[in-house]
């Protein structure tokens, strides 16, 4: 199942694509649903980010060929932050590239919270997703290696695009090819093969101290190949199974 959220005169609402349609969703989108009423064409409705978190949990450093980039050893467990809910935008929105800052994409797998998670077990991790989708963790890097914590590099408004949907039927999610293009041209490649820490692995560590909720979200770290970007330049991100997120740059006024 493909669950979307998207535009609608009396607030957004929730639905289900099928064969580039999209349909009302009947149910909880986290819980026991099922198509309704057909919406229309997939191509012309207004999606917006699949999700509203409260919580987004970020893992850095998360890709082996990145900690060798870097020249990093693995570390004992996984370098998470978090960002701001005002970071979210869906597909086909805008962000915002602050003045004067070097702007960069980070491409993610991002797994969203369907039941309350705490102190699960790796072994248990499917029993609290929901499924699956593509994150885009933009970073300011001026800013990060400037300020003690990461409170505008990382959570600036913007700074979180989600979608295009929630993937919920994905058989082998660490074995994913993970693509980020700026203006057509491949700026990482990689496979979701490569993780560091692996996707239960992720989910224990976090929620041994952080409970999260149906609607969260955990973007799961991105592969090198990180390029400065620049207003009016085209960001893709693309992971086999879950689609295309893309969005557009704007300088700030």
């Known amino acids: 199942m493909r669950i979307v959220r998207y535009a609608n ?10 064969d580039e349609t999209v349909f009302e969703l009947d149910g909880d989108p986290y819980g026991t649903c099922r198509s309704g009423k057909p919406v229309g064409p997939l191509a012309d409705t207004q999606l917006l980010a699949p999700v509203e978190p409260t919580t987004i949990v970020c893992v850095g450093n998360n890709y082996d060929e ?12 996984p370098n998470v932050f978090l960002k701001a809910a005002n970071t979210v935008v869906g597909p086909g929105a805008e962000v915002i590239k602050p003045r004067g800052q070097r702007f960069e994409f980070e491409g993610e797998l991002t797994l969203v919270i369907g039941a309350t998670a705490s102190k699960v077990k790796s072994a248990d991790w499917r029993r609290y997703v929901r499924g699956f ?4 963790d933009l970073s300011a890097r ?3 290696q400037s300020d003690t914590q990461w409170w505008r590099a990382k959570s600036s408004d913007t700074f979180c695009p989600v979608g295009p949907w929630i993937e919920t039927e994905l058989s082998d999610p660490e074995n994913l090819t993970l693509r980020t293009l700026v203006n057509g041209e491949i700026k990482q490649s990689s496979s979701t093969s490569d993780l560091t820490f692996k996707l239960g ?6 929620t041994g ?14 592969p090198p190949g990180f390029t400065p970007l ?3 330049d085209v960001v893709e991100v ?13 300088d700030q006024a």
């Open 209 to 222: 101290a952080i409970t999260l909720q149906p609607g969260d979200i955990v973007l799961t770290g991105t």
């Open 238 to 250: 693309e992971i086999e199974r879950l689609g295309t997120l893309r969005n557009t740059v704007r």
């Open 9 to 18: 005169p009396q607030g957004p609402r929730f639905g289900q694509v099928e």
């Open 66 to 77: 990145l900690l060798a980039v870097k020249g990093l050893e693995r570390p004992e467990i």
């Open 230 to 232: 620049s207003g009016g």
């Open 142 to 144: 001026d800013w990060q």
């Open 133 to 136: 989708t593509i994150g885009n």
């Open 201 to 206: 692995e992720v989910l224990e560590i976090v």
